[in-house]
């Protein structure tokens, strides 16, 4: 199994119109082994204006091969992609263009290989706040102890999402983050197609396959 976490930065502020807009990076990060404790980077330039990293399948490929190279061999079942910087309005364009380009980096490796694939999309900009109801369970700067999962009552309505502690803040009130799981081995699109009929998108979205 591998897992990989996608960070997009760009610069801060909106360009007026007609303005021209710089290059940003896009950086991609995979696991280098089986116990994901070591990871490798690529780095590109990113075209301005992009929300998907658009050179998504020349650097998976390079990291997946990695992965094998150091694995005897021998090629992930299941591949984990956490996405960062993906707004809710942007959910179905970037992981259907993402999506597509990690399959054609699995065709390049093998094309026979079909690992099973989930995407998450991780935010921290959310105004959700998360207490202990015991103050003696918080940890000493008030805030909830790490590893604690919220996944129901204040999720999303449509989407498989949860609320996750990852560290330990010095800072308080600390906000979690929150993971949308917009495919998955077990769920495909379901949750990407659930929020477009509520919305009542007319766009396709990709076959499952």
């Known amino acids: 199994m591998t897992a990989r976490k996608n960070s997009h930065p760009t610069g801060f502020g909106t360009p007026a119109a007609g303005e021209e807009v710089g290059s940003s990076i896009a950086a991609v990060v995979g696991s280098s082994e089986p116990s994901n404790m ?4 690529q780095v590109r330039e990113q075209t301005g204006r992009k ?35 993906v707004s809710e309005g942007q959910w179905a364009p970037v992981v259907h263009a993402e999506v597509s380009a990690l399959k054609a980096a699995f065709r390049k490796i093998d094309p026979t290989w079909k690992p099973k694939l989930t995407y998450i999309v991780c935010m921290k900009r959310h105004n959700v706040r998360l207490f202990c109801a015991n103050p003696q369970d918080a940890d000493r700067t008030g805030n909830l102890p790490p590893g604690v999962v919220v996944d129901q009552t204040i999720t999303h309505p449509y989407v498989f999402d949860f609320f996750c502690t990852c560290d330990q803040s010095r800072l308080a009130p600390r906000t979690a983050l929150t993971l949308d799981v917009l495919r998955s081995a077990a769920h495909s699109w379901s949750s990407l197609r659930t929020v ?3 919305a009542g998108s007319a766009d396709p979205l990709p076959p499952t396959t």
């Open 51 to 85: 929300e998907f990293i658009t050179d998504l399948e020349a650097m998976s490929e390079t990291l997946i091969r990695g992965f094998v190279a150091s694995n005897r061999g021998n090629k992930p079942e299941s591949i984990v992609m956490f996405r960062d910087g």
């Open 38 to 41: 070591r990871y490798s980077a």
């Open 196 to 198: 477009q009929a509520h």
